[in-house]
């Protein structure tokens, strides 16, 4: 669908407007933007009604021209406009999010579901019903949106079923995190929870074996991981909060050989995923 210019106009004047609202995002990176896409096929044929989609564009080139195609075989409404229009609209994003390249998704009213928060009892009930392999990932502290990124992309890529968040002293910029994950936020359930000491306590009580990950824990191929697990990731600094890191039934490392001190934790949450993984 090729909007009007004055329907062109009146959608850059609504997204300018409201762009600090609750119920709006705009995404940028064309793995991002493609993955949104991807999703909203997915929708479509589960016969689910999604959010009011639209994609901008300043001109085209080749991965711009796949992008549109994609969009159009789904019906997501398409306008053209210009790069300085853009600049506009992404002027409010976090600065890694602001470079467009051409092109950008933008959802009205999409609800959490749509984009990839869902809720937690809800979900994790459903989880537990209806799978007996499940690997969720606790991220505690970890406050740099491109390092929860790179972990939900990695999580897409190892089959976890199910990332958490705490409410506080976690990343806030859904923009970097969709970029950063190379669209995997669009496959991925994540959810915000207000306490994780709380909700790995609910864990356990369904039978999960919870580890966190530490430098001075017992290496992970020596330990069995299988069935339902629970991986917890501290942030580089502090590492896993006290009382976390107490309700752990162990916790576990990646044997190294390097100078500096320790892995980055987007690094070190790929190998140990990749090690349960392979164990499962």
């Given amino acids: 669908m090729i909007l009007a210019p004055v329907a062109l106009e009146k959608n850059i004047k609504s997204v300018v407007a409201n762009k600090m609202a609750e119920n709006q995002q705009i995404v940028t990176g064309f793995h991002a933007i493609e993955e949104r896409i991807r999703k909203l096929e997915q929708l479509q044929k589960k016969g689910k009604t999604a959010s009011s989609t639209i994609i901008m564009y300043s001109k085209v080139g080749p991965r711009v021209k796949k992008i549109l195609e994609a969009a159009k075989a789904v019906e997501i409404a398409i306008s053209q406009t210009t790069d300085a229009d853009l600049d506009t609209?992404?002027?409010?994003?976090?600065?890694?999010?602001?470079?467009?390249?051409?092109?950008?998704?933008?959802?009205?009213?999409?609800?959490?579901?749509?984009?990839?928060?869902?809720?937690?009892?809800?979900?994790?009930?459903?989880?537990?019903?209806?799978?007996?392999?499940?690997?969720?990932?606790v991220l505690d502290s970890i406050t740099d949106p491109h390092n929860v990124g790179a972990i939900i992309r990695s999580c897409d890529q190892l089959g976890v079923?199910?990332?958490?968040?705490?409410?506080?002293?976690?990343?806030?910029?859904?923009?970097?995190?969709?970029?950063?994950?190379?669209?995997?936020?669009?496959w991925v359930p994540v959810t915000v929870v207000p306490n994780l000491v709380r909700c790995v306590e609910t864990m356990k009580k369904k039978g999960f074996w919870v580890y966190g990950a530490d430098a001075g824990g017992t290496p992970a191929h020596q330990m069995t991981l299988s069935a339902k697990i629970a991986l917890v990731m501290g942030s580089e600094g502090s590492g896993?909060?006290?009382?976390?890191?107490?309700?752990?039934?162990?916790?576990?490392?990646?044997?190294?050989?390097?100078?500096?001190?320790?892995?980055?934790?987007?690094?070190?949450?790929?190998?140990?995923?990749?090690?349960i993984r392979r164990q499962k």
């Fill in 89 to 137: 609209m992404v002027k409010t994003l976090p600065e890694t999010a602001r470079d467009h390249r051409g092109i950008i998704l933008i959802e009205s009213g999409a609800t959490k579901s749509e984009n990839y928060f869902v809720e937690f009892d809800s979900f994790f009930a459903e989880l537990c019903g209806t799978k007996e392999n499940i690997t969720i990932v």
């Fill in 161 to 186: 079923d199910l990332v958490i968040l705490p409410e506080n002293r976690s990343a806030k910029d859904s923009e970097v995190i969709n970029r950063a994950s190379a669209g995997a936020t669009a």
């Fill in 240 to 275: 896993i909060s006290r009382l976390l890191s107490e309700k752990c039934d162990s916790i576990l490392s990646i044997p190294t050989r390097g100078k500096v001190d320790s892995l980055n934790v987007s690094v070190a949450a790929g190998i140990l995923l990749y090690e």
